[in-house]
């Protein structure tokens, strides 16, 4: 074969397959009745799309501003019942508070879901993520109450984060087969002061068997906060309750970290002033920092992406202040990410010309 020949079939090739790594479709949600997002709406946007299109692209769920509750079923998907939503592989949800029961679940092994970012959520209903196979981590900075069932089945998890939550109800992450691929858990990390972690579970035993229920937990590293309470009882967390033939088969943690929260470390109650809001053309974020920080302010749009970096870099104790320049950006809303030694905050900017 010619030199030339073999460089035509190549750049054939390279084209060919560029095709077939087609950007996922991004897909603003609105809701006919705000603040909650129904299957009714989410039907209706998707039949705006080509089924073919979407089967083959997937799409990216960007949820309006507006919307603060996702609604039961909003995105539940089969091969019956919403077939569309078997294509969704991304959420973002900047304002939503409330997952709704199903509101994610899948009744099949198709579901292509793989991220989430609900910066401040705070309530999961049960089953919400129920059998989403291929989602891979979650981080729910603000969640303190995950319902049973709420990630059953999702046998791909590789971490879970939930800094701050409260109540943990049965089979919350139960995976089965075993062989999960769950490595590391954090749990009341973010506790500025003591606080219980309640075990909601229907049955009398270690309350820590049934939320992991069929996880092997020889596997995770458990990362504590120091403010849980009750003091955690490590000699207690080295069992699972996983029955057979009504036996207790003993499981121990891979390891268990009791990780130390002070005050300066947490950013929840972190008081952040933008002004003007709405602005025109420049903005001044402000707030007061405790401690000498590691500081990072990115300006990002509703999908999540970045548009710019407003501060990078390390900034002494005190007020901090910066002003920022908006008026190359359409009218809209936006949010300012603040990222303080690991710890980030979020809020809305919004931009009217």
């Not at 990078?312 to 949010?335: A, I, M, P, R, W």
């Amino acid at each position: 074969m010619s030199k030339v020949k073999f460089l035509v079939i190549a750049v054939c090739v390279l084209s060919f397959n560029l095709l077939l790594r087609a950007e996922p479709i991004e897909i603003i949600f609105t809701a006919a009745n705000p603040p909650t997002l129904t299957r009714a709406d989410v039907d209706a946007k998707l039949s705006e799309y080509d089924a073919d299109e979407l089967k083959a692209n997937g799409f990216i769920a960007i949820i309006d501003d507006a919307i603060t509750v996702i609604g039961e079923e909003a995105f539940e998907n089969s091969t019956i019942n919403n077939p569309l939503n078997l294509n969704l592989i991304e959420v973002i949800a900047p304002s939503v508070a409330t997952i709704e029961s199903f509101a994610f679940a899948s009744s099949s092994d198709w579901s292509k879901l793989k991220n989430v970012n609900f910066p401040v959520a705070t309530t999961i209903k049960n089953r919400a993520f129920m059998l989403c196979r291929h989602l891979i981590s979650v981080d729910f900075p603000l969640v303190t109450t995950i319902e049973w069932g709420a990630f059953s089945g999702c046998d791909s998890l590789t971490s879970i984060n939930f800094p701050v939550v409260e109540t943990i109800q049965h089979f919350a992450f139960s995976a089965y087969p075993l062989g999960s691929r769950l490595s590391i858990v954090n749990f009341g990390t973010g506790f500025t002061e003591p606080t219980e972690i309640k075990f909601d579970v229907p049955y009398s035993y270690v309350d820590w068997c049934d939320v992991f229920h069929f996880v092997p937990t020889q596997n995770i590293d458990l990362v504590l906060g120091e403010n849980v309470l009750p003091a955690p009882d490590l000699n207690a967390m080295t069992w699972q309750n996983i029955i057979s033939d009504e036996t207790f088969i003993p499981y121990v943690w891979k390891s268990i970290t009791i990780k130390k929260v002070s005050v300066e470390e947490a950013t929840k109650n972190l008081q952040v002033s933008i002004f003007p809001n709405p602005t025109v053309e420049t903005a001044t974020v402000s707030f007061e920092l405790e401690k000498a920080s590691e500081l990072k302010i990115t300006l990002m749009d509703l999908s999540g992406r970045e548009l710019f970096t407003v501060f990078d870099g390390f900034t002494v104790e005190g007020f901090f202040t910066k002003t920022f320049c908006t008026k190359n950006l359409s009218s809209g809303v936006y949010f300012l990410q603040i990222l303080i030694d690991g710890k980030y905050v979020v809020e809305k900017v919004v931009i009217e010309k």
